[in-house]
């Protein structure tokens, strides 16, 4: 393989890990970083925090006492997310969100908080180039999510998604593509329970939102797949990423990359037909960026 294509592709590669990694809430990844929880969890009312008045907090019971309290010290992430501060998320994290989850005695608020302060530090594990690290974390996290947020949310196969991000950087193509082909599954099984749902947002905007990040995983499976010698499967799952960004209206930077993986890939494969869908698309593409 051409050396300058060989970075190429690596590039590529990262910046969709990127891209997954750092996927907003409210379109990718309905989970995000906020503890009020996914689109299963917003269905509930949102709890009052600690610093709520004392006529309120007269009526709340102690789990939703002590939610609160951690919930108060987990707030300062929000901020320190935006601008990547890795350092102060994983020692607020460590030092005392871990910690107060730890001590609760209630499992949905002990589960809620081990699940998003370790996401949150294998984030950062990711960042830092600690793959092995955060692989292990996003392994640990399966046993807080049938708890928190519940393996019906999109959270679910996310963290499978996340767990192939990590191998595809530590070069383990095939296990990349066992985690990868394990996300994509469980989507699959959400996004048609979506469409047949009887609620309106469930069909519309929730099928859209996991098919987006269904097409992110589709699009990592495909770069697993060429770096395994999976050329064919690749180009087809590279397709399929391509149409399921377009049904589910992706943004025009998702839909950028997708193409710019589907340009590389027939470019080193040197396939004719290839670079002339993928050129076109990348033409098209172009237009619709803001």
């Given at each position: 393989?051409?050396?300058?294509i060989?970075r190429?592709?690596l590039?590529?590669v990262?910046a969709?890990?990127l891209?997954?990694?750092?996927?907003?809430a409210q379109?990718a990844d309905s989970?995000?970083s906020t503890p009020s929880?996914?689109?299963e969890k917003q269905a509930t009312?949102k709890?009052?925090?600690a610093?709520?008045?004392?006529?309120?907090?007269?009526h709340?019971t102690?789990?939703?006492i002590?939610?609160g309290?951690?919930?108060?010290?987990?707030?300062?992430?929000?901020h320190?997310?935006q601008?990547?501060?890795?350092p102060?998320?994983?020692?607020?994290c460590?030092?005392?969100?871990?910690p107060?989850a730890?001590?609760s005695?209630?499992a949905?608020?002990r589960?809620k908080?081990?699940?998003?302060?370790?996401r949150?530090?294998?984030?950062c594990?990711m960042k830092?180039?600690?793959y092995?690290?955060?692989?292990q974390?996003?392994?640990?996290m399966?046993?807080?999510?049938?708890v928190?947020?519940g393996?019906?949310?999109s959270d679910?196969?996310?963290n499978?998604?996340?767990?192939?991000?990590?191998?595809?950087?530590q070069?383990?193509w095939?296990d990349?593509?066992?985690?990868?082909?394990?996300?994509i599954e469980?989507?699959?099984?959400?996004?048609?329970?979506a469409?047949?749902?009887?609620?309106?947002?469930?069909r519309?905007?929730?099928?859209?939102n996991?098919?987006?990040?269904e097409?992110?995983a589709?699009n990592?499976?495909a770069a697993a797949?060429?770096r395994?010698?999976?050329?064919a499967e690749?180009?087809e799952m590279?397709?399929?990423?391509y149409e399921?960004?377009?049904?589910s209206?992706a943004t025009p930077?998702?839909?950028?990359q997708i193409?710019q993986s589907?340009?590389?890939?027939?470019e080193?494969?040197?396939?004719?037909?290839?670079k002339?869908?993928?050129g076109?698309?990348a033409?098209?593409a172009a237009?619709?960026q803001?």
């Amino acid at each position: 393989m051409n050396s300058s294509i060989h970075r190429a592709l690596l590039f590529l590669v990262l910046a969709l890990i990127l891209r997954a990694q750092t996927a907003p809430a409210q379109t990718a990844d309905s989970g995000g970083s906020t503890p009020s929880g996914t689109a299963e969890k917003q269905a509930t009312p949102k709890r009052a925090t600690a610093t709520d008045s004392i006529v309120v907090g007269a009526h709340l019971t102690p789990e939703e006492i002590e939610d609160g309290k951690i919930n108060d010290v987990y707030q300062p992430l929000y901020h320190w997310k935006q601008s990547t501060d890795c350092p102060q998320i994983v020692n607020l994290c460590e030092t005392q969100i871990i910690p107060m989850a730890e001590r609760s005695k209630f499992a949905e608020t002990r589960n809620k908080f081990l699940f998003l302060a370790n996401r949150d530090i294998a984030g950062c594990e990711m960042k830092s180039g600690k793959y092995e690290e955060a692989e292990q974390r996003y392994q640990k996290m399966f046993e807080y999510i049938p708890v928190w947020p519940g393996i019906a949310d999109s959270d679910y196969p996310q963290n499978y998604r996340s767990i192939g991000s990590a191998r595809i950087m530590q070069g383990r193509w095939k296990d990349a593509g066992e985690a990868l082909e394990k996300s994509i599954e469980i989507f699959d099984e959400q996004i048609d329970k979506a469409v047949h749902s009887d609620s309106e947002f469930m069909r519309n905007g929730h099928s859209k939102n996991l098919m987006m990040s269904e097409a992110l995983a589709r699009n990592l499976l495909a770069a697993a797949y060429f770096r395994d010698g999976r050329q064919a499967e690749a180009m087809e799952m590279l397709e399929r990423a391509y149409e399921e960004a377009i049904k589910s209206s992706a943004t025009p930077e998702m839909i950028k990359q997708i193409v710019q993986s589907g340009q590389t890939a027939s470019e080193i494969m040197q396939d004719g037909t290839a670079k002339a869908k993928w050129g076109a698309r990348a033409e098209a593409a172009a237009k619709n960026q803001p």
